[in-house]
């Protein structure tokens, strides 16, 4: 982040007191899609029919961007969120010692390559590449050294249908490599990109830039066109896009898409389609506890125009439709969520994730959960040091039909896993599912999964 940026973001901070004062104290709907953590900068990718989000994480009362690592987080249904923890952190790269910003994901080679700004120990914000066989990590340092430093961040890759892959990074300049094929190497010099206003637009004030263009650019093609879009007038920043027929222009300014959230000034896109539907990744502060610094992810659906154009997006608290039911008669990881309160994840020693910091009133709303002709008993895996706790079984709200209640027995400690099974009655249809946690104060158990039975 340059200085003139960090200026800013500090003239706007009392702008934004209100905003933020006023912003969502009590939610209850899917937007934002994660609620354990505070995220921002979304990176949608899609592989093997689901739908993964990259994500920066923002730390728990940050006062500036203080961000240690990466997450995870994937769904089939676009309302159900599955937690898949830290495919990478600062301590991936030896050379970095802070600022784990945005990031985006490209699957190549058979490999996925993480491209992030980071800031190189002694130096300046540099951009390095993780690289893993699997998705979900753990990446590794693909060059034990950064890929390009000058100070710009945001960096974003797009694959021309030639071939040939092309690295952009920005604010608050734009800038341009060709990668070689391996993805990790580049041919030629680093190229800053002419910001002009029939390109990229006009912003009211000129301190920073004339035109509109600001940081977090996202491209991609569809129907023969290249999309570029971008967060833009700052500060606060809105999302814009601009089109070109090559991947490097020339583009033309198309307009803005969203305007300011609740609680950011910061905002950043990430564009996709999936199973037939186009969706909107975006940052805001709505979260209880969220600001300019503690950022929450959403997602909206939106339909392209009749001449290809992107509609303005509105930010919502429901998000899009669910795509399809959940099936409770297999195993579902806790971590897997519409919705929560309270809760946190970590590393289980079972392996994967479970969930975390359960107090009494604590929840877990799943959505659209398929129950058929009925369900007469669910298996959930515990961990606990104490007894005396229970989860209570309900649908439609938490404090809806109750129709089941799970004793939790004393398993040893918080990662000695045990397993409750209970008789269910009245699950039928498709229900909205909620987990109620109850019992006495401070934490009472950890979560794994869980599993109905026909």
């Given at each position: 982040?340059?200085?003139?940026f960090r200026?800013l973001?500090?003239l706007?901070?009392?702008?934004?007191l209100?905003?933020t004062?006023?912003?969502i104290?009590s939610?209850?709907a899917?937007n934002?899609?994660?609620q354990?953590?505070?995220?921002?900068?979304p990176?949608?990718?899609i592989?093997n029919?689901?739908?993964?989000?990259?994500?920066?994480?923002?730390?728990?009362g940050?006062?500036v961007?203080?961000?240690?690592d990466?997450?995870?987080?994937s769904?089939t249904?676009?309302?159900?969120?599955?937690?898949h923890?830290i495919?990478?952190?600062l301590e991936t790269?030896d050379?970095a010692?802070?600022?784990?910003?945005a990031?985006?994901v490209?699957?190549?080679n058979?490999k996925?390559?993480y491209?992030?700004?980071i800031?190189?120990r002694?130096?300046?914000?540099?951009?390095g590449?993780g690289?893993s066989?699997?998705?979900?990590?753990?990446?590794?340092d693909?060059l034990?050294?950064?890929?390009?430093?000058?100070?710009?961040i945001?960096?974003?890759?797009?694959?021309d249908?030639d071939?040939?892959?092309y690295?952009?990074?920005?604010?608050?300049?734009l800038w341009y490599l060709?990668l070689?094929s391996?993805?990790?190497s580049?041919?030629?010099?680093p190229?800053?990109?002419?910001?002009?206003t029939?390109?990229?637009g006009?912003?009211?004030?000129t301190r920073?830039?004339?035109?509109?263009?600001q940081?977090?650019?996202?491209?991609?093609?569809?129907n023969?066109t290249?999309?570029?879009v971008?967060?833009?007038h700052?500060?606060p920043?809105s999302i814009?896009?601009?089109?070109?027929?090559?991947?490097?222009?020339p583009w033309t300014?198309?307009g803005v898409i969203m305007?300011?959230?609740p609680g950011?000034?910061t905002n950043?896109p990430g564009?996709i389609?999936?199973k037939?539907?186009?969706?909107?990744f975006?940052?805001?502060?709505?979260?209880?506890g969220?600001s300019?610094?503690?950022?929450s992810v959403?997602v909206?659906?939106f339909?392209?125009?009749s001449?290809?154009?992107i509609p303005?997006?509105?930010?919502?608290l429901m998000?899009?439709?669910?795509?399809?039911?959940?099936?409770?008669y297999?195993?579902?990881?806790?971590?897997?969520?519409a919705?929560?309160?309270g809760?946190?994840?970590?590393?289980?020693s079972?392996?994967?994730i479970?969930?975390?910091?359960?107090?009494?009133?604590d929840?877990?709303?799943?959505k659209?959960?398929?129950?058929?002709?009925g369900?007469?008993s669910?298996?959930v895996?515990v961990?606990s040091k104490?007894t005396g706790?229970?989860?209570?079984?309900?649908?439609a709200?938490k404090?809806g039909?109750?129709?089941g209640?799970c004793?939790i027995s004393?398993?040893?400690?918080?990662?000695t896993?045990?397993f409750d099974?209970?008789?269910?009655?009245?699950?039928?249809?498709?229900?909205d599912l909620?987990?109620?946690?109850?019992?006495?104060?401070g934490l009472?158990f950890?979560?794994?999964?869980?599993?109905?039975?026909?």
């Amino acid at each position: 982040m340059t200085k003139l940026f960090r200026c800013l973001i500090n003239l706007h901070i009392l702008l934004l007191l209100d905003a933020t004062n006023h912003a969502i104290t009590s939610v209850r709907a899917d937007n934002p899609i994660i609620q354990t953590i505070y995220t921002s900068d979304p990176a949608p990718i899609i592989y093997n029919n689901r739908l993964y989000v990259f994500v920066s994480h923002d730390e728990d009362g940050s006062k500036v961007f203080t961000q240690k690592d990466w997450r995870l987080f994937s769904t089939t249904d676009m309302a159900n969120w599955q937690d898949h923890g830290i495919p990478m952190s600062l301590e991936t790269f030896d050379w970095a010692d802070r600022d784990a910003w945005a990031g985006h994901v490209v699957h190549r080679n058979n490999k996925f390559y993480y491209y992030v700004p980071i800031h190189r120990r002694g130096g300046d914000m540099a951009i390095g590449v993780g690289v893993s066989d699997n998705i979900e990590g753990p990446f590794k340092d693909a060059l034990g050294k950064p890929l390009v430093e000058n100070g710009a961040i945001d960096p974003d890759v797009y694959i021309d249908d030639d071939g040939q892959a092309y690295l952009y990074w920005s604010n608050p300049g734009l800038w341009y490599l060709q990668l070689n094929s391996d993805m990790v190497s580049y041919s030629g010099n680093p190229t800053q990109i002419n910001l002009t206003t029939e390109a990229f637009g006009t912003r009211s004030s000129t301190r920073v830039s004339s035109t509109g263009f600001q940081e977090g650019g996202w491209i991609y093609k569809r129907n023969g066109t290249i999309y570029f879009v971008y967060a833009s007038h700052c500060c606060p920043e809105s999302i814009a896009y601009s089109v070109g027929s090559g991947p490097l222009g020339p583009w033309t300014y198309k307009g803005v898409i969203m305007t300011q959230g609740p609680g950011s000034f910061t905002n950043h896109p990430g564009v996709i389609d999936y199973k037939n539907n186009s969706y909107f990744f975006y940052h805001n502060g709505a979260l209880p506890g969220g600001s300019e610094w503690t950022r929450s992810v959403s997602v909206e659906r939106f339909e392209y125009n009749s001449d290809g154009s992107i509609p303005q997006t509105e930010q919502t608290l429901m998000g899009p439709p669910q795509l399809e039911t959940l099936d409770p008669y297999i195993r579902q990881e806790a971590e897997t969520m519409a919705f929560s309160s309270g809760l946190k994840t970590q590393v289980s020693s079972n392996g994967g994730i479970d969930v975390t910091s359960i107090e009494n009133g604590d929840y877990i709303k799943l959505k659209g959960v398929d129950f058929g002709s009925g369900a007469k008993s669910l298996v959930v895996c515990v961990a606990s040091k104490d007894t005396g706790s229970r989860i209570e079984v309900r649908l439609a709200s938490k404090e809806g039909i109750l129709i089941g209640v799970c004793d939790i027995s004393q398993t040893g400690d918080l990662q000695t896993w045990g397993f409750d099974r209970r008789d269910i009655s009245g699950a039928t249809g498709v229900q909205d599912l909620f987990f109620l946690f109850k019992g006495g104060n401070g934490l009472l158990f950890n979560f794994d999964w869980w599993q109905f039975n026909q």
